[in-house]
């Protein structure tokens, strides 16, 4: 059974930083871009972050860019590390498992999603 588990979310004051993990288990993770999306209170779920399988491409939403950068490891973990953060930025962020191997902005081509971890940005 597939399994994806974030972690690493909380409140922070506005400018800090935070690092969000994911761990997938039940799949070939080499065989899998990853994404980070994100939906705030009474909006829809954004794209913020994917990854290619191997890690080479990396594609940014345009609100996140210069500030976020996801990473994977080879093993079975999805990073997403958030720099300079603003209160816009809270929301539940959610990783994400794209069997296509290549990285989309889409959530709709991802085939399995974690619970979500809550970041909440104050000030």
């Known amino acids: 059974q597939v399994e994806l588990v974030e972690s690493g979310g909380g409140l922070v004051q506005a400018g800090g930083s935070l690092r969000l993990s994911c761990a997938a288990s039940?799949?070939?993770?080499?065989?899998?871009?990853m994404g980070w999306f994100r939906q705030a209170p009474g909006k829809e779920r954004e794209f913020v972050a994917t990854?290619?399988?191997?890690?080479?491409?990396r594609y940014y939403a345009d609100s996140v860019k210069g500030r976020f950068t996801i990473s994977r490891n080879a093993e079975n973990t999805v990073y997403l590390e958030m720099n300079g953060l603003k209160p816009e930025d809270t929301a539940v962020y959610y990783c994400?498992?794209?069997?296509?191997?290549?990285?989309?902005?889409?959530?709709?081509?991802?085939?399995?999603w974690g619970q979500g971890t809550q970041v909440t940005v104050s000030s």
């Open positions: 994400a498992a794209d069997r296509q191997r290549n990285p989309s902005m889409s959530p709709g081509e991802y085939d399995y």
């Open positions: 990854i290619s399988w191997n890690g080479i491409s």
């Open positions: 039940g799949l070939t993770f080499s065989t899998y871009a």
